[in-house]
């Protein structure tokens, strides 16, 4: 599907999707306890795939309706439904620890948390797992992650020997001592812990590098207390393991504890991520007689809270109260700045969209991880601004984007099978002359599957076409 999309201003209140980060950890954690209600879930592709594998390892996830009962009340061993539980939460039966050995391969679709958070669960079993993706899925970095795996005694291996999925795991494994890379993804560590909480010894992670993504940790370590497992961040004057790098740190969760949610329910926060989108249309593109007003953006661990500083640093009219969850942006004229993104690597797409729009340049640095996504974003981003007329340069770990130099102009743009290209395209679109067509705009399935009918909604000239 290709969205088209012409210069236009937007207006109005709208919500943003529950946090994909938060759901998947939910979803998983419920599995790894007897069991939980997951309360204002995302829904959506990436999401689905995490319940998926929860159920191949013995659990079962299921939508409650709008009656707010499980349409099949049969399929869920819990005593009842929760009064308070609303339509669309999910009520999970866990497996309690001990996943079973799945009848059939996960197929953990676009979905880079799925695999590894669930790669670590097979570890756990005492027999084999196999887990495959799309074609994006298959060409991102495993390696790390059945590295850590092998050294504590577990099989894991890339079917292809080179680091990529299709992925070969199985346990069970009783926890030890890992040094894995922390550059690559935060994901593997997230995956160790998670896991590493119902082994018998417990893990320790230790880290050979600086770790990037280190936010999503934070979100997991948030994550993994509600659900009464206790974990913790090292600092870098905790003693090195072998091969780790000298005043690097280390993760640790202690084996033998149980996954046991508070009240037996967990509520997921709103995704930043996917907020960013509605705040850079809102600073490009408010009418300027009203403003954009995002709500669900009470506070939480997430890393991409950091899209409301830099939309300030920008220039943008932004207000953010707190207590209330709403944020408030006008339409701002914006100038360019610098932005590392080693905590943030899922801004850059927003960021680079509004350096083009910004007057100056935008200077977005570390950002070499954000290579290994459902595309290589860096270049993505630069391919598609350049087609828009946006000078672009791109380095290893960096990319410039010299906004204001020339207007944006509408232009077919790939949209790469990424939800997060799709999104900040389409932002784009909506500053440039003339027509901007972003092909495979169904991919915002991903994250944020009612992307177009938000934009929309807030009066946005956005039309679809097959
Ligand atoms: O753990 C998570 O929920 C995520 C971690 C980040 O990945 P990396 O840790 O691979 O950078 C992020 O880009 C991804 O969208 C979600
Ligand atoms: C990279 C992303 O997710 P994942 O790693 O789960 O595919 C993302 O949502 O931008």
Redesign the pocket.
Known sequence: MDALVRRSAVRGVTRAPSS?SYTHRAILAAGYADGALVRSPLDSA?TRATARAVERYGGAVERLGESGEPDDPEAIDFAETPLDAAPGDLLVSGFGGRPEVPAQVLDCA?????MRLTTATGALADGLTVLTGDSSLRSRPQGPLLDALAQLDGRAESTRGNGQAPLVVGGPVAGGEVAIPGDVSS?YVTALLMAGAVTEAGVRVGLTTDLKSAPYVDITLEVLDAFGVEARALDGSGAPLDGAADGTAALAVGGGQSYDPTDGAYRVPGDF?SMSYLLAAGALAADPDGALVVEGAKPSAQGDAAIVDVLDRMGADIEWDRGDGRLTVRRSSLSGVEVGVADTP?LLPTIAALGAAADGTTRITDCEHVRY??TDRVSAMAEALGRMGTVVEEETAELVVHGGETDLTGATVDGRAD??IVMSLAVAGLVADGETRVRGAEHVD??FPGFFDALDDLGADVGREE
């Open positions: 994909k990436d676009n979905s880079g948390t799925t994901q991520s899922d996504k459902e939800h997060r991903v994250s």
